[in-house]
């Protein structure tokens, strides 16, 4: 049974720059790919970024191109999501999800097998 343990994250000003953890524990062999979502309060959950789980491929939803870097330490099975210059509007709890298949999009949240706990990231002066 995969198991996804979050950590990281908290309050940082505008401009700002927070670091965000995703332990995979068991299973990562089923795994095909892990993605990053946010949800903000009275919003839907949104996708942010996704990695290939296999290859390492990386891709980001247009808002955290630029701004944000996925990378993992394949030896700790941990994914890394570093977010630079943070914004008010990227205050959200951030979720990581790891799917068994590839459904034709990593934008589907209900899609994915596993999800994290969550962790809450606030922007703020």
């Known amino acids: 049974q995969v198991q996804l343990v979050q950590s990281g994250g908290g309050l940082v000003q505008p401009g700002g720059s927070l670091r965000l953890a995703c332990e995979v524990s068991?299973?990562?062999?089923?795994?095909?790919?892990i993605t990053w979502f946010r949800q903000s309060p009275g919003k839907e959950r949104q996708y942010v970024s996704a990695i290939n789980w296999k290859n390492g491929a990386t891709y980001y939803h247009w808002s955290a191109q630029d701004r944000f870097t996925l990378s993992r330490d394949n030896a700790k099975n941990t994914l890394f999501l570093q977010m630079n210059n943070l914004q008010a509007e990227d205050t959200a709890v951030y979720y990581c999800?790891?799917?068994?298949?590839?459904?034709?999009?990593?934008?589907?949240?209900?899609?994915?097998?596993?999800w994290g706990q969550g962790t809450q990231v606030t922007v703020s002066s």
């Open positions: 068991q299973g990562t062999q089923t795994i095909d790919h």
């Open positions: 999800a790891a799917a068994k298949y590839y459904s034709g999009s990593y934008e589907r949240s209900y899609s994915y097998d596993y």
